[in-house]
């Protein structure tokens, strides 16, 4: 497996330092205020800090303050902050729920930044309380890349129990020291209640935290900011969040489950363009509060390409915003997940990408059967699946290599190998898919895998039949993976983890320096 760059060690000050980053530390430059004023006169940060879409020479910064305020930001490359190298500022206003985000360009590559942000009171400029956060930007060539990724947060009711650790998969994560962490989506459950209690099978009482916007199923935008703001009660969740930046995208439970733009909406109707305005509530909640840039006219995109230097290209894609219908069936076998003009960004992109390795971070998988995403069972490719042959048909006769899909979803963690050798539809290049989650949810047990793609399970965890579903995260099935790029070979290892941060089980892929090489397996780790 790939080692991590010896410089990039932290020392027990420094990690000491990051991971209580919720502390306040010295006011932000010079600001001309009161020498005397209340504490209730300085605005606060309400919830915690975070980074995201971080690139190489770019970043967003985002917070949140207790009332209309300015955020600053200032940035540098020691934690002493001696030399400032960007400064920026934003006011956080009522009209987003006090939170402001900024991007952050012209910053060195391959460089450790640490970011402090404060808000100000806009009428009389009282600072108030500093946070530091840091993250990383993209590495030049040579340098390797360890990141980690998941999803499904606070589902099924199981919310932060204090007595239990809280949100422990994110401090688990946050000790593997990734440059950066893919939310697979499912960051919040608007659909689910956050009850006082609920019972374990062994017994025993899980207890939650409660909040009024989780008393029940989110409709109002007040209601579905409430559920991103449950998540930043925990500790752990605000640490990881401060060190490690997030490249964010979104699945169902942002808004409710198995959404699709035409097939889910309630009693408070449609926006003039025709969005149900449940959907629209849960978009402007979603960006109010991610770490995620806005996309020139296309604001409210959530599908990007993220360039993570030479080794890496991220294609973060979207499978809920232009989906036909809730379900894949229908007498016609005529369906879509991605949409005609998603496709053709998604094919554009990788045929022109550079990187070494491409990464897919989709929301769904491909080939796990369900009517809610691709997979309707074995067979020649029908209704979203034609969508599916489409694009791997063309990345195979564009000559693009080195592409690994990465997913969350199903609530337990699988390696699927898809092997044109062993598929219905065989016009493609073999490829690896690895699913891993929930980090704070029910565990459920693996699904089927249908052979339309001809998808092989080289290794899979969840619950057992004797445990039952929707096993609470007390009980250890809690998932996410790591991936590390060795910056002097290329060779990418996967490694799937669970919250106690056990290596389950891992492979080593080399990249395919010809266009008519296949992928290389060079060893898989039980």
């Known amino acids: 497996m790939a080692t991590l760059r010896a410089s990039r060690a932290w020392t027990r000050r420094q990690f000491l330092v990051r991971s209580t980053s919720s502390l306040a530390v010295a006011a932000l430059g010079t600001v001309a205020k009161p020498s005397i004023s209340r504490a ?13 879409d971080v690139s190489d020479g770019s970043a967003v910064i985002w917070a949140r303050a207790d009332r209309p305020a300015r955020m600053q930001v200032e940035c540098a490359t020691v934690e002493s902050f001696k030399t400032i190298i960007a400064s920026a500022s934003r006011d956080a206003l009522p009209d987003a729920d006090f939170t402001a985000k900024l991007l952050l360009n012209d910053l060195p590559s391959g460089q450790d930044i640490f970011y402090r942000v404060r808000f100000d009171d806009i009428a009389t400029g009282i600072a108030g309380e500093s946070r530091v956060g840091h993250f990383r930007t993209a590495p030049a060539a040579g340098q390797s890349i360890s990141f980690v990724w998941s999803g499904d947060v606070a589902g099924q009711g199981w919310g932060i129990d204090i007595s239990r650790g809280g949100y422990r998969s994110y ?68 640490a990881f969040h401060a060190q490690v930046p997030m490249f964010a995208q979104w699945d169902d439970h942002e808004v409710t489950n198995d959404w699709s733009p035409t097939g889910s909406y309630d009693n408070a109707g449609y926006e003039d363009d025709g969005t149900p305005r449940l959907v629209a509530r849960a978009r402007r909640a979603f960006f109010d509060f991610m770490p995620i840039r806005d996309i020139g006219t296309r604001q409210g995109r959530v599908y990007r390409k993220i360039a993570y230097g030479p080794l890496l290209d991220v294609f973060m894609i979207d499978m809920r915003s232009y989906r036909d219908d809730s379900w894949n069936k229908g007498e016609d ?64 006769h564009a000559g693009v290599r080195n592409i690994v899909w990465l997913t969350a979803d199903m609530h337990y963690t699988a390696a699927h190998y898809y092997d044109p050798n062993k598929a219905q539809f065989q016009d493609f290049e073999p490829f690896w898919e690895f699913v891993s989650g929930p980090l704070h949810a029910g565990t459920w047990g693996p699904g089927e895998l249908d052979n339309t793609f001809g998808p092989v399970a080289m290794y899979q965890n969840g619950c057992s039949e004797a445990q039952g579903e929707n096993l609470a995260p007390c009980f250890g099935l809690q998932f996410f993976g790591r991936v590390d790029i060795d910056g002097a070979s290329g060779v990418m290892t996967v490694t799937l983890k669970d919250v106690d941060n056990r290596d389950l089980w891992s492979v080593d892929i080399v990249p395919q320096p010809q266009p008519q090489a296949r992928p290389a397996v060079v060893a898989q780790h039980s």
């Open 40 to 52: 209730a006169d300085r605005p606060q940060i309400a919830g915690g800090i975070q980074s995201g």
């Open 171 to 238: 401090r688990t994560m946050l000790e593997n020291r990734p440059d950066f962490f893919i939310h697979s989506g499912d960051h919040i459950y608007a659909d689910c209640t956050i009850p006082s209690e609920q019972k374990l099978p062994n017994g025993e009482t899980w207890r939650n935290l409660v909040t009024e916007e989780k008393a029940e199923a989110a409709h109002t935008l007040a209601q579905f900011r409430g559920n991103y703001k449950y998540n930043h009660l925990d500790e752990h969740f605000r």
């Open 333 to 396: 076998h005529r369906g879509w997940i991605l949409g005609a003009e998603q496709l053709a960004w998604l094919k554009r992109e990788l045929a022109a990408s550079r990187a070494t390795w491409k990464v897919i971070a989709a929301d769904l998988p491909i080939g796990l059967v369900s009517l809610d995403a691709v997979a309707l069972g074995n067979g020649a490719p029908d209704r979203r699946e034609h969508e599916v042959a489409d694009l791997l048909a063309s990345i195979k």
